[in-house]
């Protein structure tokens, strides 16, 4: 990274990586709250909640990351 | 909210955090530590939360209060406190023969291998039924009810073993020719529940 004359520090340029594990992580942590969230309920619809969006996030969070990581 | 679950709460929080550091840093991973990282923060963490979660859920879903949240249960719960020593879920729940608190469980599982499973298994099924399937007109059991699921706590107890109902009748009670609840026929009864009376716990 450097300094322009202009005493601006430029961001570094994003790698394709980067943008793929932001949006891993946009999947991941909302999947991750919503499992957290149900875990006060012991109600059934707080398990389909848990399944369905939860764990569909997560699962497609971490399929995204692995991706990420082997195509980089 | 149990230890346990409070601990699966931690986690995911955790997992949240070092995901946040790096999304908002990615540049972390161009070095080793920062793959180590976003390995533990986008895969392990997710994975460990999400399957020590998932045991929370199966956990919970042992409870009485799980069971008796579907509508349909209703009847079958308010059955438990039938004000009558005959019936034989009302006599077990008020007098601890099973814990309250998975009272449904503790008779409804299939004490065999993998019967806990199986009962996992129908209890997915029920909630499918249950929100988006059609609810049978008459709520029935599965399979007949087995000697063993009483067998798995009375066997062998000196009650069950002297009670003179049983004089002659253990071996067959055993291999299942004569089941228990040709005799102890009193059981639910949720068509007449209006004509029963209820017993109200004495508040300490």
């Excluded at chain 2, 709460?9 to 070092?18: D, Q, R």
């Excluded at chain 2, 998932?54 to 069971?67: G, I, M």
């Excluded at chain 2, 599965?142 to 798995?152: A, G, W």
């Amino acid at each position: 990274m450097t300094t322009l004359d202009a005493g601006i520090t430029p961001r570094p340029i994003d790698r394709p990586i980067d943008k793929r594990l932001r949006r891993a992580a946009l999947l991941i942590a909302p999947g991750l709250a919503i499992q957290a969230a149900t875990l006060g309920s012991a109600h059934p619809l707080a398990f389909i909640v848990f399944m369905f969006p939860g764990g569909f996030l997560v699962a497609a969070g971490i399929v995204l990351f692995l991706w990420a990581i082997a195509s980089a | 909210m149990s230890g346990m679950a409070l601990a699966v709460v931690s986690l995911i929080v955790f997992a949240i955090a070092l995901i946040a550091v790096v999304a908002v840093r990615p540049n972390l991973t161009s070095v080793r530590g920062g793959k180590v990282l976003a390995f533990l923060a986008f895969f392990l963490l997710p994975v460990l939360g999400t399957v020590f979660a998932l045991e929370a859920h199966l956990d919970r879903s042992k409870s009485t209060e799980f069971c008796l949240s579907c509508h349909v249960m209703e009847p079958y719960g308010k059955s438990l406190r039938i004000d009558s020593a005959d019936f034989v879920p009302a006599a077990h729940f008020q007098n601890r023969r099973i814990p309250r608190d998975q009272a449904c469980y503790t008779c409804h599982t299939n004490y065999a291998m993998f019967g806990g499973f199986k009962s996992k298994i129908r209890g997915l099924r029920h909630l499918y039924i249950n929100y988006i399937g059609t609810m049978p007109a008459k709520i029935e059991l599965y399979e007949p009810f087995q000697n063993r699921e009483c067998l798995h706590c009375h066997a062998g107890s000196r009650g069950y073993v002297e009670s003179e109902g049983h004089d002659g009748q253990l071996e067959d009670l055993a291999t299942e020719k004569t089941s228990c609840i040709e005799c102890h026929s009193d059981i639910h009864d949720v068509a007449n529940m209006a004509q029963h009376a209820l017993w109200k716990e004495p508040k300490p």
